[in-house]
């Protein structure tokens, strides 16, 4: 959730034309992470939890490439954009982990 407030706070200075376009989609996005995450936690099965982590898993996708496009619009600069992308990225990789580990089936014990 620090993210979220990150880019809620970094995205404060995009243009006001992109109030209901590029800003409110990162924000959805973004917001959309850990949503998913929580109400997949409450999930009875490995299977329907990994639904809600895959949600989670499209929505950090959809965040980096919002992040390139509005580098892109020079709404963020190279520096703002590879901070964005290494928190992204911290994300992204236990959420794989946890997901890859969901996967494999259960050892005999």
Same mark, same amino acid.
């Given at each position: 959730?620090?993210?979220?407030?990150?880019?809620?706070? %970094? /995205?404060?200075?995009?243009?006001?034309?992109?109030? @209901?376009?590029?800003?409110?989609q990162?924000?959805?996005? !973004? $917001?959309? &992470?850990?949503?998913?995450?929580?109400?997949?936690?409450?999930? %009875? /099965?490995?299977?329907?939890?990994?639904?809600?982590? @895959?949600?989670?898993?499209?929505?950090?996708?959809?965040? !980096? $490439?919002? &992040?390139?496009?509005?580098t892109?619009?020079?709404?963020?600069?190279?520096?703002?954009?590879?901070?964005?992308?290494?928190?992204?990225?911290?994300?992204?990789?236990?959420?794989?982990?946890?997901?890859?580990?969901?996967?494999?089936?259960?050892?005999?014990?």
């Amino acid at each position: 959730m620090g993210f979220c407030v990150k880019v809620y706070d %970094k /995205t404060r200075q995009f243009p006001k034309e992109e109030v @209901y376009g590029l800003t409110s989609q990162i924000r959805r996005a !973004v $917001t959309s &992470i850990p949503l998913n995450i929580a109400e997949g936690s409450a999930c %009875k /099965t490995s299977k329907e939890f990994m639904q809600f982590l @895959y949600s989670a898993l499209r929505s950090q996708y959809e965040v !980096v $490439t919002i &992040i390139k496009l509005a580098t892109r619009l020079q709404y963020f600069d190279n520096a703002t954009q590879q901070e964005l992308e290494l928190d992204i990225a911290e994300i992204g990789r236990p959420l794989q982990a946890l997901i890859n580990s969901l996967q494999k089936p259960p050892k005999n014990q």
